[in-house]
């Protein structure tokens, strides 16, 4: 699943929650579960640097952004997207070691034994993106709740 997926799925069901260590742990276990589901997962570098290019910047957005700090003033989203985000450190050995097997990772969900069935590039990009919308929209309906009750 694109790192970016993980960071937006980690975010929201960490806003949701509203409290670090969950969220933090509801972000890691939603890993795997986004990892086994049906997805494409391109041949060439460049889908990879762009879906971390982005993942970065929506990690960038959930720390520093102002607005997103007075609505999570517990930094829930941060800590749901750092437990999402944080099993595909792993995959980073590659970039060091071209040699490195990827049976020898650790979590069974990159190393082969959970696999995932992969689709086609437009339905695993058009699938992801209607996840993300849907955190984001979870996300938006939470954020208008607590404006209403503030107000
Ligand atoms: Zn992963």
Known sequence: MHWTTHVVAGAAAGYL?????PAA???FASHPLLDMAPHYDPDSEV?????AATGCVAMSLL?????????????????GAVGSALPDLELL???VDRDFE??????PWHNGKLP????HFAGSTLLQLALVLVML????GRVKKRRLRQA
């Open 17 to 21: 929650v509203g409290s670090p260590v």
């Open 25 to 27: 742990l509801l972000g």
């Open 137 to 140: 929209r979870l996300i938006a």
């Open 93 to 95: 050995v590659k970039l």
């Open 102 to 107: 990827t049976e020898s990772y650790i979590f």
């Open 116 to 119: 995932h069935r992969q689709t």
């Open 63 to 79: 720390a520093a952004n102002g607005a997103i700090r007075r609505t999570d003033r517990h930094r829930a989203a941060l800590w």
């Open 47 to 51: 889908g990879y640097v762009l879906d």
